[in-house]
């Protein structure tokens, strides 16, 4: 099992452009989030996601969109990126039901310029 | 949402030496993890414990829910046991699974 994967692992943007961050999981896990990590910080929830087709919002949502079309995959976009959302990105998931272990991806290392 | 504070924020440990660390959490849960982020920022699972207790290794952790905090001990620490340790929970109420702030642990040779 690869668990859950994310991709790119790096990325520079520059101010105004766009992007998606990939996270894909192969345990089959109804619960996903993405999560924030500023430096010397924790981990801020973005969006999480109970099954497909359900989103919601975390504690810092605002400048990303989530999608979840399918159990597998949460993606994150990033829309007219800025300097503020140079972090780490981390996704997760979470088995079929409530009260389990989540698992983490290696996360993704942006940076805004 | 829930709050989740740990203690302390830092740590410097001798090879050799026992710690511990705690997690205190505002609300009932009803999942409780503990974390180790290495210093390449990968974050690894210690423990599923939202009650009772649990030991892998020199690791061991305890969870007193009805008080509302969680323990992790590391015993005769390494160097490669440095990194922040992070705890999370969920609370009964939602779906989130919120994050605390860490314990950053470094152990010198």
């Known amino acids: 099992n690869a668990g859950v994967t994310q991709t790119p692992k790096f990325r520079i943007l520059k101010i105004g452009q766009s992007m998606t961050l990939q996270c894909a999981q192969d345990?089959?896990?109804?619960?996903m989030y993405w999560y924030r990590q500023d430096p010397g910080m924790g981990l801020k929830l973005i969006y999480y996601?109970?099954?497909?087709?359900?989103?919601d919002k975390g504690e810092v949502p605002n400048g990303y969109n989530v999608s979840r079309s399918t159990t597998e995959d949460f993606p994150l976009r990033l829309e007219l990126a800025a300097p503020s959302q140079t972090s780490v990105y981390f996704c997760?998931?979470?088995?079929?039901?409530?009260?389990?272990?989540?698992?983490f991806g290696q996360g993704t290392r942006l940076t805004v310029v | 949402g829930i709050q989740v504070e740990q203690s302390p924020p830092d740590l410097i440990l001798q090879e050799g030496a026992n710690s511990t660390l705690r997690c205190n959490f505002s609300?009932?849960?009803?999942?409780l993890q503990w974390f180790h982020q290495n210093p390449w920022g990968q974050l690894i699972n210690l423990f599923y414990i939202p009650s009772g207790t649990k030991q892998n290794g020199r690791l061991s952790a305890t969870t007193v829910a009805t008080e509302r905090y969680s323990l992790l001990y590391i015993s005769s620490s390494q160097t490669t046991d440095s990194g922040v340790y992070f705890c999370?929970?969920?609370?009964?109420?939602?779906?989130?699974?919120?994050f605390g702030t860490g314990t950053s642990l470094t152990v010198i040779p």
């Open positions: 996601s109970v099954g497909a087709g359900i989103t």
């Open positions: 997760a998931s979470s088995g079929r039901a409530r009260n389990t272990e989540a698992f």
């Open positions: 609300d009932s849960v009803n999942n």
């Open positions: 999370a929970v969920e609370a009964y109420t939602g779906n989130q699974f919120y």
């Open positions: 345990m089959n896990h109804n619960y």
